[in-house]
């Protein structure tokens, strides 16, 4: 995204900012709105052919850009906890009657029309949750840091293209595919920052990943 967003300043003579989940945009409602994809019942952004595996980033400009107008004729709905909780229609219509991603949540976080509990969903708590401590009911196995649990069961997920994604965007790194909860617990910062740096993991810290190793 950097050579477009410096292709805005130098159109526009103005400042951007790239986010990619690092700034608190309601960037889900924005890809919805801007005709991307739609919202499934995992709560998670579905654009047709690569199903929710997907990435959203956005530059923020100063620049006063015009509107283009895209035909769009799905759904995105602000949850209000003061109204009782209904099923969004975009919903219904992506996902129909499946209730795989609901069965099969581990902490039964997936509500209706794609709300997500974050107290008790397994990627918030390993990766949002400052608390020096996790709940001890909490059971993690090997999923130490998020969880792709309601995606891996998704069959709007079973595609070509997601392979291909996997294959091409995400190369293995060495010394991760062998790393056990035990080689965490006795690690230091420095071979953490090797590991991990470039990572989402890195963000959390080694105490952090620590503390997810002990759940």
Aim: hydrophobic share 30%; charged share 30%.
């Amino acid at each position: 995204m950097k050579p477009i967003s410096k292709l805005i300043e130098d159109q526009w003579d103005c400042r951007t900012r790239i986010c990619v989940d690092s700034a608190p945009v309601a960037e889900k409602y924005w890809a919805v709105s801007s005709g991307l994809g739609r919202i499934g019942r995992n709560g998670l952004l579905y654009v047709e052919g690569y199903g929710s595996f997907v990435f959203l980033g956005e530059i923020l400009s100063t620049a006063k850009l015009g509107v283009l107008d895209i035909p769009f004729s799905g759904t995105y709905r602000v949850l209000n906890l003061d109204e009782e909780r209904t099923e969004d229609p975009g919903t219904e219509e992506l996902c129909g009657d499946c209730r795989r991603c609901i069965t099969a949540c581990p902490e039964g976080a997936i509500m209706t029309g794609g709300e997500i509990d974050c107290n008790r969903c397994r990627s918030s708590l390993t990766i949002e949750s400052s608390e020096p401590t996790l709940d001890e009911g909490l059971v993690l196995g090997n999923r130490v840091y998020g969880c792709d649990i309601c995606q891996e069961v998704c069959p709007l997920n079973e595609n070509r293209l997601k392979r291909e994604l996997e294959e091409n965007f995400f190369p293995e790194r060495s010394g991760l595919l062998e790393l056990r909860k035990e080689d965490v617990l006795g690690m230091i910062e420095e071979e953490f920052d090797r590991l991990f740096r470039g990572t989402p993991v890195h963000r959390l810290g080694l105490d952090r990943l620590r503390r997810n190793c002990q759940s």
